[in-house]
């Protein structure tokens, strides 16, 4: 397997500080991270000054910096909680961008060593996507794999990745319900493989490890969706869902792929599910209406760029589920203004 | 005769068939039998009908030979691939029961305390046990024993292969693709941690509540560790890559989606796929061989895709033991490496009409258009079509309510050999 090796200033990692005090988090990752630039964005409803540790390349933007670019002409964008991250996005010029919840650290492998999340994004990144065919021996661009009997010679060249879903040991991305149900239940199973999520397969996106590239996919990593009683503790948001849905509808239409499976962060307890779910359940509801959406929505032939698709899937929205509750026309208009602010920031 | 270290309970005893197709010998059974033998084997002796094939002492089974098919086909024996491991599926339209796991000759144990080791018991000192390291590791190799490998020291010491997990548990092929099997799928809507079914996982969040129930699951496709299933030219620039990597996890493959199926290890049930799981016409004067679980595997999933069932893949793994030789290989595939292009594409974009609501319907469909559309390519495909009709005939013929009581005339339709 070749793969192309990319040079350090092509990277972003952007994290958005939800907590103020990031040492712990930045001291676990400094081994991964400090050969990257780094884009921290502040939650604009966290107060006062966060407590990031020296020795990183990074640029911090906080609640005054995001008005000052968003201004009021895209009030209909919050930027609140979880959704700080995308200004880190639209503020960066890289072409690849990893970004892990601030209550994550690095998992550790069976010698006890942590695991290199960065690498392994940027490699699922920089290696081919195999949409339309599945392979059973899951990645075949990873060393002593390769495509098995059966698998059309034709397709074995792949497609560019444009998106790379991680998952988590410890903590899991389960709903409030579930892990209500089963406090206990914790994912220890390290599943030692990365495969792409074939075409036209929808899946939930986790928004707490993920990886993109920029250039490709960027104007879908969009802050839209927001429940009525958002949180900040994943279990009351579903916007990283709808997002990733919005990138799977695109990367399909434009014959990129989406990834999934390693790495694995280390994710650490925090909040309470059942407190969540007594707060905010109607996530869990409106899935039931997103999914079959974003199953069914076709983009047209003249869409050929993130912007066109973007726009597309939200006048779809704003048609077909727009109807069925105003938080998804709401998120059919953010989308537009989304696309807007990210033409006239690129512009500058 | 030996006992496994701790009992094995067998899950569906009276409900599932081991099928296997042999050509040389079923040596590698001694390595299953603590799994294998409460179950009943049909065995499917593929090549010289006149040769015996031992099968070792204390299974239950029904052995075919060419000339039994013949017999209890007539004309429709036709349909059954000869010199190919495809004519296993004769062994899928003769079985009473529901369910089939079907394993290749070469094929063994996988055992995830080290790749390859085997923790063997001695028949005469049950408290003696030993540790052997098939590749890398520590421990004793079979060099230093005197022997080749695993089988023949079996046969020398008459040991019993109990292959054991680091937290003791048995690694039991069968008893996971039962598992998977008796659980939903989920090909409606992927799953980020995989198969939420096992122990120790669950849906994510975002996932639907209302597409939690599943679809019935009709085929559990294993993998295999060692020799990977490569095709020849794959076989040809690497000969010595060797699958290392034991991935945890089972997973539905999404609807829509179809995939290159495997059957060295391989299980489903008969009463909801049996008819689709036909392997072709492969083999002795066929102009392809090799892509006989290929066909099965796509003709599959297309129908299970229409009907609304769910095919697994991943767990379990075995070791598959024997590489086969990449030019011969090379010959059997090469027509099928070209004709894939087309096949694929076709099957793709596959729509089976709503009132197909059986698989035999869907299955009589799908060789009519296979022989509309694949038949300009070559007139195999025509055959092919032909062939895929005579197979549900002889589904229907073989399976009717009549057959499934007792049968009157035994000898007409039954084995040349069983035992038990």
Known sequence: MSQFTIKDDEVDIV?????????????????????????????????????????????????????????????????????????????????????????????????????????????????????????????????????????????????????????????????????????DLKNSRYVDAVLTVPARTMLPVSGINISFNNELVGPALLPAFRLAKEGKVRWETVEDIWTGMCVKVVCDHLRLGVKSGLPYVWRQERGNAVESLKKEWEGVKLMEDVVPFFQSVRLSESAVTAEDCVVEIASSVKEHLGPLNPTFDRAAETMVEWIKLWKRVRAN | MSKPATPVAPPLKDELDIVIPTIRNLDFLEMWRPFFQPYHLIIVQDGDPTKTINVPEGFDYELYNRNDINRILGPKASCISFKDSACRCFGFLVSKKKYIFTIDDDCFLESEFGLGSVICMSVNCRDEFSLFAGRGGAGVSFGDLGVNGPREYAKKKFFVYVAKDPSGKEINALAQHIQNLLTPSTPFFFNTLYDPYRDGADFVRGYPFSMREGAPTAVSHGLWLNIPDYDAPTQLV?????????????????????????????????????????????GDGQPIGRYDDMWAGWCTKVITDHLGLGVKTGLPYIWHSKASNPFVNLKKEYKGIYWQEDIIPFFQSVTLPKESTTVQKCYIELSKMVKEKLGPIDPYFTKLADAMVTWIDAWEEINSPAQSAPAADAKKDGPSSKKK
């Not at chain 1, 939800?18 to 991964?32: G, I, N, V």
Request: proline residues 7%.
């Open chain 2, 238 to 282: 690497k000969p010595l890559e060797r699958n290392t990597r034991y991935v945890d996890a089972v997973l539905t493959i999404p609807k829509g989606t179809l995939f290159p199926m495997c059957g060295m290890n391989l299980a489903f049930d008969r009463e909801l796929i049996g008819p689709a799981m036909y392997f072709g016409l492969m």
């Open chain 1, 15 to 183: 994290i958005g500080a939800l907590q103020p005090d990031l040492t712990s988090f930045m001291e676990q990752w400094r081994p991964f991270f400090s050969r990257f630039h780094l884009i921290i964005v502040q939650d604009p409803d966290l107060k006062g000054e966060l407590k990031i540790p020296e020795g990183f390349n990074l640029n911090l933007y906080t609640k005054s910096d995001i008005d000052k670019v968003v201004g009021s002409s895209s009030n209909a964008i919050s930027f609140s909680g979880y959704s700080c991250r995308y200004f880190g996005y639209l503020m960066s010029r890289n072409k690849y961008i990893i970004s892990i919840d601030d209550d994550c650290i690095p998992a550790k492998n069976s010698n006890g060593e942590p695991i290199d999340a960065i690498s392994q994004h940027i490699i699922n990144l920089t290696t081919p996507a195999t949409p339309f065919f599945f392979n059973t021996l899951y990645d075949p661009f990873c060393e002593g794999a390769d495509f098995v009997r059966g698998y059309p010679f034709s397709l074995r060249s792949g497609v560019e990745c444009g998106l790379s879903c991680g998952l988590w040991l410890n903590l899991a991305d389960y709903d409030a319900p579930t892990q209500s149900l089963k406090p």
